[in-house]
Nanobody
Framework: QVQLVESGGGLVQPGGSLRLSCTAS????????MGWYRQAPGKQRELVAA???????NYADSVKGRLTISRDNAKNTLYLQMSSLKPEDTAVYYC?????????????WGQGTQVTVSS
């Protein structure tokens, strides 16, 4: 099992910046990929950005050039640097990890952190 704890959300003005963090614990050596998802009110949860163990990244088109995913393996921490934020970025952001159990992939989720972009 992998446990994930997010931090860093809050209220920010349009054009501002925030950095989200997600610290992993438990069976971290089974993790093959991590990512950030978000869910706005009345909408489905969507992938924002993901990073594999070899450092390959992919982003939703709506955030390319504004959000950057990174990881610090020594600290078991995943980051999402958010800049040039827009009101449409307002959502609950969830950290996700995909782990290999030996037979199936297992998804783990953090509790979510609220990001509100408003003047």
């Amino acid at each position: 099992q992998v446990q994930l704890v997010e931090s860093g959300g809050g209220l920010v003005q349009p054009g501002g910046s925030l950095r989200l963090s997600c610290t992993a614990s438990g069976n971290i050596f089974s993790i093959v990929a991590m990512g950030w998802y978000r869910q706005a009110p009345g909408k489905q949860r969507e992938l924002v950005a993901a990073i594999s163990t070899d450092g390959n990244t992919n982003y939703a088109d709506s955030v390319k050039g504004r959000l950057t995913i990174s990881r610090d393996n020594a600290k078991n921490t995943l980051y999402l640097q958010m800049s040039s934020l827009k009101p449409e970025d307002t959502a609950v952001y969830y950290c996700n990890s995909k782990s290999w159990s030996g037979s199936v992939y297992v998804n783990s989720w953090g509790q979510g952190t609220q990001v509100t972009v408003s003047s």
